[in-house]
Nanobody
Framework: EVKLVESGGGLVQPGGSLRLSCAAS????????MYWVRQAPGKGLEWISTINSGGATTYYADSVKGRFTISRVNDENTVYLQMNSLKTEDTADYYC???????????????WGQGTRVSVSS
């Protein structure tokens, strides 16, 4: 059974930092691309970051570039999202997503975790 469990969310003040973790199991983690996607209250899903299977290639949405860093430790089956200089607009549920073996019509997303909530407020 594919399982993705996010953790590390919480309440922080603007300018603060959080590190999200995603523990993966049930599949050969080291061969899959991984993603972070978020959903702000009342808004749609927003892709924010990508990391390839080896961890050397990363991509970021403009909204988080320079502030967030995605990484992975394949020997630990874990992907991370380090979030710095947090803004109120970063408030959202954050989801860890496993990539598909083959991208279908531009959509790379396969299995999703349950999400972890990040609230940025004064």
């Amino acid at each position: 059974e594919v399982k993705l469990v996010e953790s590390g969310g919480g309440l922080v003040q603007p300018g603060g930092s959080l590190r999200l973790s995603c523990a993966a199991s049930g599949f050969p983690f080291r061969v899959y691309w991984m993603y972070w996607v978020r959903q702000a209250p009342g808004k749609g899903l927003e892709w924010i970051s990508t990391i390839n299977s080896g961890g050397a290639t990363t991509y970021y949405a403009d909204s988080v570039k320079g502030r967030f860093t995605i990484s992975r430790v394949n020997d630990e089956n874990t992907v991370y999202l380090q979030m710095n200089s947090l803004k109120t607009e970063d408030t959202a549920d954050y989801y860890c997503v496993r990539g598909l073996t083959v991208v279908i019509e531009g959509n790379p997303f396969g299995y999703w975790g349950q999400g972890t909530r990040v609230s940025v407020s004064s």
